[in-house]
Antibody, heavy 121, light 106 residues
């Protein structure tokens, strides 16, 4: 069974940093593109970043470029999102998701339960 | 960025109704469009990929159509489990989602 379990969310002050993680199981993690999608409270979905299976390519939404870094450790079946210079508008539930096809851009067929990041003083 | 616009934002319907949700792209995305269902407090669930491909285990009452810039999601006979919010997503380039359509009980 495919499982994605996020962790590491919490309350952080504006300008602060946080790293969230996603533990994957039940599939060959190292062969899939992976992504982070966020959802602000009561709002819609926003793609944040994705990373190629070997970590050699990474893409970001403009609003997080230079502040967020996506990474992965295939030996640990884990995906990460390092978030720096956090702003109030980064407050959201962050979902880890798997790309359904072996392509840069794809729909997402498995999602974690999400981890809430709150940026507030 | 490609903008995705869904209509309506909210839809009131009854069990058994045929429901159609529209999604328009700001430029052509060929057929690189997906639909998701999301229930409160839960992660989205992929329903449709590549405009009309039905994801595994998704009931056949869900169907998708369209091409280029205009797409539709149709639920042929609305069931109690279908009351939720639906999102379209383009993946022709860096993904963008529509703002969502909430299907509520009439």
């Amino acid at each position: 069974e495919v499982q994605l379990v996020e962790s590491g969310g919490g309350l952080v002050q504006p300008g602060g940093s946080l790293r969230i993680s996603c533990a994957a199981s039940g599939f060959s993690f190292s062969t899939y593109w992976m992504t982070w999608v966020r959802q602000a409270p009561g709002k819609g979905l926003e793609w944040v970043a994705n990373i190629k299976k070997d970590g050699s390519e990474k893409f970001y939404v403009d609003s997080v470029k230079g502040r967020f870094t996506i990474s992965r450790d295939n030996a640990k079946n884990s995906l990460y999102l390092q978030m720096n210079s956090l702003r109030a508008e980064d407050t959201a539930v962050y979902y880890c998701a798997r790309a359904s096809i072996f392509a840069t851009w794809a729909p997402f067929d498995y999602w974690g339960q999400g981890t809430l990041v709150t940026v507030s003083s | 960025d490609i903008q995705m616009t869904q209509s309506p934002s909210t839809l009131s319907a009854s069990v058994g109704d045929r429901v159609t949700i529209t999604c328009r792209a700001s430029q052509s995305i060929s057929n690189w469009l997906a639909w998701y269902q999301q229930k409160p407090g839960k992660a989205p669930n992929l329903l449709i990929f590549k405009t009309s491909g039905l994801e595994s285990e998704v009931p056949s009452r869900f169907s998708g159509s369209g091409s280029g810039t205009e797409f539709t999601l149709t639920i042929s006979s609305l069931q109690p489990d279908d009351f939720a919010t639906y999102y379209c997503q383009q993946y022709n380039t860096s993904p963008t989602f529509g703002q969502g359509t909430k299907v509520e009980i009439k």
